[in-house]
């Protein structure tokens, strides 16, 4: 092997090594361990911007910015107290309730922004009825990573692979991804609303007051949330016909921010731009920098063989290993990297005589998105809402969560095992 082919692998084994021990910010270790791999000349610097997916990095700026104005309208807390007296106040239905709202919010938003917007409401509920908020936390970041698996902009991985991958549009993630996670997430919801039912009861009259609460009343802005929901309309459905007009997603994504910035007025302009999540951006940039490196020195490519030679070419095989191989690395290790790196390599696949690569793909985004339910630190919306009910003294260790949600990742991956053969492999 060539000596900048052992540097690029050294650098970006340290670099994960790093990432995963959670000791320095990943963004931090991401854009060092990039500029290590420009610094050894394993990339130039013109070569490693060429490697940067801009599309990506346009599509979350521009989200975060519409859902950032959004989250100000109190649209959110008006959506969950009448889904709360739509359930009667029942705490078993609210649980359910909650779980989908969160599923189909996370669809359309990143994962982190809807649990951040929905946890605290759902203490609130919870405070209500007196009822133990851990089931409805749990639920909703379960339901989070579930809903975020079923479209192009609903998590990272499967923004990183529709960029990737031109053939594969907004309406084609709906199409391919959508039903299977239907069934995971009715499956998943169902089962814990099960296994919680008994610790969710609570008194007639702590109903009676929870349906006594005004909806309306959490709404702090009608003319702003008007002008917001118009532009998130308008954006959603630029999501699905932007292949038509051939136009890449980040530019649906941008057009949406900038006009809802132009029809709120500027001073929302320096709000907004400052809650974009810029370490998360910059996260990106470096870990494309860092792929760059095995690309360009060829270990990739070696990768892409040794696999293929593992599986004998059979696109079944080929596809069950990256399903499980993603879900199970997802669970332990943030899939972002793990995507980064996988992208390439079943590109590579492609030049090798695998010709029809959607099953793959599909394997590849439903193993990624889904794997994160397995443990606390396999999605950072999972650390988020550990993080959020420590501050009210409701502590989810590493174990309670391994003890619900990785018996539930395994039963989605079954699923998706199931769904990707009969539907693409048969």
């Not at 920098?289 to 270990?299: A, H, Q, W």
């Given at each position: 092997m060539e000596q900048q082919a052992i540097y690029a692998i050294v650098i970006f084994l340290v670099t994960y090594a790093l990432i995963i021990s959670e000791k320095i910010h990943r963004t931090i270790v991401a854009m060092l361990g990039a500029i290590m791999m420009i610094i050894f000349g394993i990339v130039d610097q013109e070569t490693a911007l060429h490697h940067v997916d801009f599309n990506t990095l346009g599509l979350l700026t521009g989200m975060m910015i519409i859902v950032t104005i959004t989250a100000q309208t109190g649209l959110f807390k008006y959506i969950a107290i009448w889904a709360a007296k739509k359930a009667k106040g029942d705490p078993v239905r609210i649980l359910v309730a909650l779980g989908l709202i969160t599923a189909i919010a996370s669809a359309f938003l990143d994962n982190v922004t809807t649990v951040l917007l929905m946890v605290p409401v759902t203490f609130s509920i919870t405070r209500q009825l007196r009822v133990p908020p851990i089931p409805y936390l749990l639920t909703q970041v379960l339901a989070s990573n579930i809903g975020g698996t079923a479209t192009l902009i609903g998590d990272p991985p499967n923004i990183m692979i529709g960029s990737a991958v031109k053939e594969l549009t907004f309406m084609a993630f709906i199409m391919n991804l959508t039903p299977v996670v239907l069934v995971i997430l009715f499956a998943t919801v169902g089962i814990l609303a099960l296994w919680y039912r008994r610790q969710l009861k609570t008194t007639p009259e702590l109903k009676q007051e929870l349906m006594e609460m005004n909806a309306k009343d959490e709404l702090a802005d009608p003319v702003l949330l008007k002008k917001c929901l118009a532009v998130l309309a308008l954006t959603i459905g630029g999501f699905f016909v932007h292949q038509s007009f051939h136009l890449e997603s980040a530019t649906v994504a941008l057009t949406g921010a900038f006009l809802l910035l132009l029809i709120t007025g500027e001073h929302y302009l320096e709000d907004a731009l400052t809650r974009v999540e810029w370490t998360t951006?910059?996260?990106?940039?470096?870990?494309?920098?860092?792929?760059?490196?095995?690309?360009?020195?060829?270990?990739?490519?070696?990768?892409?063989?040794?696999?293929?030679?593992?599986?004998?070419?059979?696109?079944?095989?080929?596809?069950?290993?990256?399903?499980?191989?993603?879900?199970?690395?997802?669970?332990?290790?943030?899939?972002?990297?793990?995507?980064?790196?996988?992208?390439?390599?079943?590109?590579?696949?492609?030049?090798?005589?695998?010709?029809?690569?959607?099953?793959?793909?599909?394997?590849?985004?439903?193993?990624?998105?889904?794997?994160?339910?397995?443990?606390?630190?396999?999605?950072?919306?999972?650390?988020?809402?550990?993080?959020?009910?420590?501050?009210?003294?409701?502590?989810i260790s590493f174990v309670k969560f391994l003890l619900v949600g990785f018996p539930l990742m395994i039963l989605s991956i079954i699923i998706s095992t199931v769904y990707v053969y009969v539907r693409y492999l048969m």
């Open positions: 951006i910059f996260f990106f940039v470096g870990l494309f920098v860092l792929v760059s490196g095995l690309v360009e020195t060829g270990v990739i490519a070696k990768l892409a063989q040794e696999a293929i030679a593992l599986t004998g070419g059979d696109i079944t095989a080929t596809a069950m290993l990256i399903l499980w191989m993603s879900a199970i690395a997802s669970a332990f290790v943030d899939n972002i990297p793990f995507v980064a790196t996988m992208i390439p390599m079943i590109q590579e696949m492609g030049k090798m005589g695998l010709t029809d690569l959607e099953p793959l793909w599909w394997s590849l985004a439903l193993g990624a998105c889904l794997g994160g339910n397995g443990t606390l630190i396999g999605a950072s919306a999972n650390v988020i809402v550990a993080g959020m009910a420590s501050k009210e003294g409701h502590h």
